[in-house]
């Protein structure tokens, strides 16, 4: 799986690797075709589980090791009377009004490549080093706030405590310095909230080109270890 996420985390965009005989394709119904898969497991998984594509990939893929970035959204309802129904399974509630610009001034704050202890649930043998390369938020037309985060990886936790943090810097509890100067921390910081699991979606995973993948398994386990990444 390219990103474990945490329990009640969703995904539209996760991608997961399965190594199976070829002979495994040649199948009368399957002929070569693993795109015919498609239809065959919509009737056999559950409501809430959809698999969009089957397709075969060079051996060195590897869907947690291969990806160069992980992209999750978070949607959050700062309203006094809380999400819509319909949507109220994938959207969080603030109960504070929150400030954009207070938000994507604290985001902004953030990027780069930086230690993130101070939002990570520490695992032994594991790095807190991440490359966060993109962290903004806007309304959309319901009033809803939709935050945009991406990473080379994410450790346990972090885009939670990441939309917790600045969310505090938003309803004014916060200030911007105080969200930037968590950067020093060593060690979980008890002073940062995570945010509901409910709001996060991982919506997409980028991988390099065919012809480079071997090497950027490599680099990732030498950085990462096996057991450095990859939740919500």
């Given amino acids: 799986m390219a990103g474990r996420t945490d329990a009640g985390v969703h995904a539209t965009g996760q991608v997961a690797h399965a190594v199976v ?13 693993p795109s015919t898969l498609v239809g065959r497991l919509a009737k056999m998984c559950p409501d809430d589980v959809r698999v969009k594509e089957v397709r075969v990939v060079p051996d060195a ?22 999400p819509e129904p319909v949507v109220a399974r994938t959207t969080a509630t603030w109960r504070r009004p929150l400030d954009v610009d207070a938000m994507n001034a604290a985001s902004t704050e953030l990027l780069g490549l930086n230690d993130f202890a101070a939002f990570c649930r520490r695992r032994e043998g594991a790095t807190t080093i991440r ?31 990441l939309v917790g943090a600045v969310a505090s810097v938003g309803d004014g509890r916060r200030s911007v310095d105080w969200c930037s100067a968590l950067l020093a921390e060593k060690a979980r910081s008890s002073q940062v909230p995570v945010a509901e699991a409910r709001g996060l979606c991982l919506v997409g995973v980028d991988y390099p080109a065919d012809d480079e993948l071997a090497a950027r398994n490599t680099v990732t386990r030498d950085v990462r270890g096996a057991t450095g990444c990859c939740g919500g």
């Fill in 21 to 33: 005989p070829r002979s495994a394709l040649e199948t009368r119904s399957i002929a070569g075709d």
């Fill in 61 to 82: 893929f590897d869907a947690r090791f291969s990806a160069l970035r992980r992209h999750y959204r978070y949607r959050l309802d700062d309203s006094r009377w809380g």
């Fill in 131 to 161: 490359d966060l390369q993109r962290f903004s938020w806007t309304r959309d037309a319901d009033g809803v706030l939709v935050g945009e985060v991406s990473a080379d990886a994410f450790c346990w936790s972090m885009v939670r405590s």
